[in-house]
């Protein structure tokens, strides 16, 4: 028996586990159409420039190497077959639009867990009594 890459079933296994490894192994994962140096959606694009204001370490994977088969296997975690899909933490957060939602709020840095967040206390020390 010859393997057949382009048969859809063994196609929909590897978009599939795929899907998998990406969401669970990375804190920030984008799914979306092209890559990092050339999207080919305007939303993908939008998408990845409002994760990069406030990330870099984020893993995009192109769901152009078999679109049907990521869109089946990202509706199967997200509810939702549109690309492009956000998770941050194993946790689906939407598509650009909610993206830009979230950056609108100024949410979007505390949602993808950037270093600098808004929000994050600093601890301040009092010069009197710091060890010198």
Same mark, same amino acid.
Not at 44 to 66: F, P, T
Not at 93 to 121: C, I, K, Q, W, Y
């Given at each position: ?54 990330? #870099?370490? @984020?893993?995009?994977? /192109?769901? =152009?190497?078999? &679109? $049907? ?5 990202? +509706? ?14 194993? #946790?689906? @957060?939407?598509?650009? /639009?909610? =993206?830009?939602? &979230? $950056? ?5 840095? +505390? ?22």
């Amino acid at each position: 028996m010859t393997f057949d890459p382009t048969e859809p079933e063994l196609e929909a296994e590897a978009a599939g586990a795929r899907v998998d490894e990406a969401i669970d192994e990375s804190e920030v994962v984008l799914f979306m159409k092209g890559d990092e140096l050339m999207p080919q959606c305007g939303y993908s694009e939008r998408a990845l420039g409002l994760i990069r204001q406030y990330r #870099e370490d @984020v893993e995009v994977v /192109d769901a =152009l190497q078999n &679109l $049907e088969a990521f869109r089946d296997a990202l +509706e199967a975690h997200s509810g939702w077959e549109t690309i492009p899909q956000t998770y941050v933490d194993a #946790e689906f @957060v939407g598509g650009s /639009d909610v =993206l830009a939602e &979230l $950056e609108e709020r100024g949410e979007l840095a +505390e949602t993808l867990n950037a270093p600098d967040a808004a929000g994050e206390e600093q601890v301040a020390t009092d010069d009197a009594e710091a060890p010198f």
